[in-house]
């Protein structure tokens, strides 16, 4: 078939990215990849075309190739295609180069062992150094974006293969030290420093030193300046754009590594030219480079960071965040090494400033009180970790950035966690201090819980409301000045609103003990004092339930005698028995039983009555501890034998959990019978399983839907039977089953969980043909040979034999389909392949090393899965 239109392949790529997992499933997805590539050397189609379908290859290349054969291959086309462009201007040389680069890494082809690979190096390096590659790489004009797509190549790949280019350091230095035209500075020196960095971190690792990698400017003989050996002492693949510093082992690493002097000085020598190009980089590229020579000289001995001193000089004062942010990892990693206390003051009044700005846009805005709220100090006074304000932070320098509430939400809150840390700090005592921080925050709460309590207000301002207490709480954990206020406040939101106890019983379970025992008691006193009907009913049952306990019994209890009259739908009852249900584990006693009693002979609902009479029955006949137990949920069965709140156990019975597979699924010995081939499953099980289900599902549109199989019972340690897979292929091709269980544990639950996929091999589709009338074997044979002529195919190959010879080989694997046999030297076989094809072989003259093997069939498709299964058995012996 030709190549497609300009037109087809717009629908083509269109319908592909509207979902590319149903494309590929779909027939036309098999042969995309192959089209794409053969396509691009096609006149027809014009370079815009062309370049959307390499974007397409650069956004799917593992949907498009997605094994390593197959992105060699496809590697190899592309380097192909860029060497037949014309010398003329093309739009096709970057993305072509950045295609077949992408391919070879997430196909899992790069290696020293590919030819694509090997190809592709020697052209990256030869186009970043700017050296005559010959005239189809285009006139002098592209050169310059040539040399730029290929640093960024040559950096994805040492991303990926850490330590490739470790012996490329020397060159990459003399290209960014070249005076005239040379490489782009930017992704020349993002690929010097990240090359830099993994050697440096890969030769500590392996207590190495750098073996003149940094003065070494010619290639070496043979193979190329790439180190294989290096990128596979890697290990783990680094990665250069994670916003965080090596651990402290990793530090104890670099320390090993003792340059010699020569070698310390060639590193400040790269280092140094690394950072007096750093200007000429954009913000985000200055940042990145930054980190990178910041990884790769922390820990290392010998290497002083005021190699980054001058920098500093213009950093401090950057309007780039991202170039701010970088001045503030490197005070992380280095502290006073790098940093004195009027840098940090400087920095300090800087962030403290600019964070007041009116015109901030409220990204950067929140940005800067972020870097003010985790300010690496040089010398921190509490424990590592501990939230603190800087020290040199002064309240009257932040008094710019005291919260209120025409904020935006996030801003305010930001602004109040830096307000609490102020308050934490604060020595002055509260009382009489009009203008103390923790005066301002008990007033900013103060205005929050009345915005909050205002009849119909935004639910947006409650929550509001509940995130500032709760920071307020976390921060000021040990003062009661503080804290007092804020329970007050909130018990007084909560008698103007009750429809926000949901929020009350979240910020109950999360705020610590100190400020959630003083809440509890006033909220239960809140609620009990209010009379047992009203449309708030449900939210202060609900409240209660979280809130009850033994003490204040008898006021709870006449509230809930008083509420149970109101009671007389299903969902309050339920919530009732919640209440009675949280004193029955509080150990509240005799009024309680009372209260029971009554409930089991009044609530209308059947459930109710139950529940209740139940409870009553297990405060008459439970002591304390064994009533704790019975109620709680149970560690054997959670969803059969608890009593647990809300039917949760029942609920969670009836779904379907997700686990770990208990179960164990392989292929087993195949019997070549029937009309159609079935597989033998082997399972074992590691628990009790029951009820199982298997589930099968082939993806495309090879073989007919499977259906599923069922098992009753299976027991770990008993042998089971074989379970019977009946394949339907609508095409004789492998493929893999996807495999999914439903199954019930013995504690009730029914589980479901994914199998790893199983493989159907071309071998276990193979089927006899029906034995022929006695004497008739070779007349059959040879008409079965010619019928496959003229509209099937023919091929002819060599396969060799193991030390047990021909007759071993057909008897093991080929026994049940030979129809004529002159043992030991000549064989005729006819397998069936469903749902209508012929696989013929003629395997004739062995000799002791080898047979020739004529194969014939009537299926073209079928030669290519023959000739790989002939060159299996082969090597299998």
Aim: charged residues 15%; glycine residues 8%; neutral net charge.
């Amino acid at each position: 078939m030709g190549p497609l239109s300009r037109e087809a392949w717009a629908q083509l790529l269109g319908a592909f990215r509207a979902s590319p997992s149903a494309f590929m499933a779909a027939p036309e997805g098999e042969d995309l990849g192959r089209d794409l590539l053969s396509d691009l050397r096609s006149e027809k189609l014009s370079e815009p075309t062309k370049v959307s379908m390499l974007a397409l290859s650069l956004e799917y290349p593992a949907q498009l190739w997605p094994d390593a054969p197959a992105a060699e291959a496809a590697a190899t086309s592309l380097l192909d295609t860029l060497v037949l462009l014309p010398p003329r201007p093309s739009a096709l040389r970057r993305p072509l180069l950045l295609a077949a680069t992408t391919a070879l890494v997430t196909g899992g082809a790069l290696g020293p062992t590919s030819g694509a690979s090997l190809r592709l190096l020697p052209l990256l390096l030869g186009l970043a150094s700017g050296g005559d590659l010959g005239r189809g790489f285009g006139p002098a004009s592209e050169q310059r974006p040539l040399q730029a797509t290929a640093c960024e190549c040559l950096r994805e790949l040492e991303s990926c293969q850490p330590g490739l280019l470790g012996g490329c350091l020397g060159l990459l230095r003399g290209l960014l030290g070249q005076e005239g035209p040379v490489a782009p500075v930017q992704p020349l020196s993002l690929l010097l420093a990240l090359a830099l960095r993994n050697t440096l971190v890969i030769q500590a690792r392996a207590g190495a030193s750098l073996q003149g990698l940094l003065t070494v400017r010619a290639s070496p003989p043979g193979g190329g300046p790439w180190n294989w050996t290096l990128a596979q002492a890697g290990e783990a693949h680094l990665q250069p754009q994670a916003p965080s510093w090596p651990a402290a082992e990793e530090e104890c690493r670099l320390s090993a590594l003792e340059p010699s002097p020569e070698e310390a000085r060639e590193l400040r020598a790269a280092v140094a030219q690394l950072l007096d190009t750093s200007y000429l980089l954009t913000p985000v590229a200055q940042a990145q480079l930054l980190w990178l020579l910041g990884w790769a000289l922390r820990g290392l001995r010998g290497q002083p960071p005021v190699l980054f001193k001058p920098q500093l000089v213009r950093l401090l004062s950057t309007a780039q965040l991202t170039l701010l942010h970088a001045v503030l990892a490197l005070k992380a990693a280095f502290g006073e090494a790098l940093f004195t206390a009027q840098d940090e003051a400087l920095l300090l009044r800087r962030l403290t400033l600019a964070a007041q700005h009116p015109a901030l846009p409220l990204p950067a805005h929140l940005f800067h009180l972020h870097c003010l709220l985790s300010f690496p100090e040089n010398c921190p006074l509490g424990p590592a970790g501990e939230e603190a304000a800087p020290l040199l932070l002064e309240p009257q320098l932040c008094r710019g950035l005291l919260p209120h509430l025409l904020l935006d939400p996030m801003a305010l809150l930001a602004r109040l966690h830096l307000l609490c840390l102020l308050c934490a700090e604060d020595e002055q005592e509260e009382k009489g201090q009009a203008q103390s921080p923790c005066h301002y925050l008990q007033e900013l709460l103060a205005g929050l819980q009345q915005r909050a309590a205002l009849p119909g207000s935004p639910r947006a301002l409650a929550t509001l409301c509940f995130r500032a207490s709760y920071l307020v709480a976390r921060c000021l954990a040990g003062r009661h000045a503080v804290l007092t206020p804020l329970t007050h406040g909130l018990a007084q939101l909560y008698r103007a609103r009750p429809a926000l106890a949901p929020h009350f019983v979240d910020l109950l379970d999360r705020v610590a003990p100190e400020l959630g025992e003083l809440l509890r008691v006033v909220l239960r006193q809140e609620v009990v004092s209010r009379p047992g009907g009203g449309e708030a009913l449900r939210w202060h049952l609900q409240m209660l339930a979280r809130v009850a306990d033994r003490d204040a019994q008898s006021a709870t209890l006449a509230f809930l005698q008083a509420a149970a009259v109101h009671c007389s739908d299903w969902g309050l009852q339920q919530a009732l028995l919640r209440v009675c249900r949280a004193l029955l584990r509080a150990g509240v006693g005799g009024g309680l039983a009372d209260l029971l009693q009554a409930l089991a002979r009044q609530l209308e609902d059947p459930d109710g009555r139950d529940h209740a009479r139940l409870y009553y029955i297990l405060l008459s006949h439970l002591s304390g501890p064994k009533l704790g137990v019975a109620l709680g949920p149970s560690l054997a069965a959670p969803a059969l034998t608890s009593l647990v709140a809300e039917n949760q156990g029942f609920a969670t019975a009836l779904m379907v959990q997700e686990a770990p597979a208990p179960i164990r699924l392989s292929v087993g010995t195949q019997r070549a019978e029937g009309p159609v081939p079935v597989l033998q499953l082997q399972v074992e099980v590691l628990e009790p399983v029951y009820s199982l289900e298997l589930r099968f599902r082939v993806e495309g549109h090879v073989y007919a839907p499977l259906g599923a199989v069922h098992v009753p019972c299976l027991c770990p340690g008993r042998p089971a039977r074989p379970l019977l897979l009946p394949l339907q292929p609508r095409r004789p091709a492998p493929t893999q089953l996807d495999i999914r269980a439903l199954y019930t544990r013995s504690t009730g639950l029914t589980c479901y969980t994914r199998l790893p996929p199983l493989p159907v091999k071309f071998a276990d589709l193979f089927l006899p043909f029906p034995k022929p009338p006695g004497g008739a074997s070779s007349g059959f044979f040879e008409e079965l040979w010619d019928s496959c002529l003229p509209k099937g195919a023919e091929s002819r190959l060599w396969c060799p034999l193991g030390p047990h010879g021909l007759e071993a080989l057909v008897s093991r694997h080929l026994e049940p389909f030979v129809v004529v046999a002159q043992p030991p030297t000549s064989y005729h076989v006819a397998i069936r392949l469903p749902p209508d094809s012929a696989l013929l072989l003629r395997l004739e003259a062995a000799q002791a090393d080898g047979v020739p093997v004529v194969l014939r069939t009537d299926d073209w498709a079928v030669l290519p899965l023959a000739g790989d299964y002939l060159r299996g058995l082969s090597a299998a012996g």
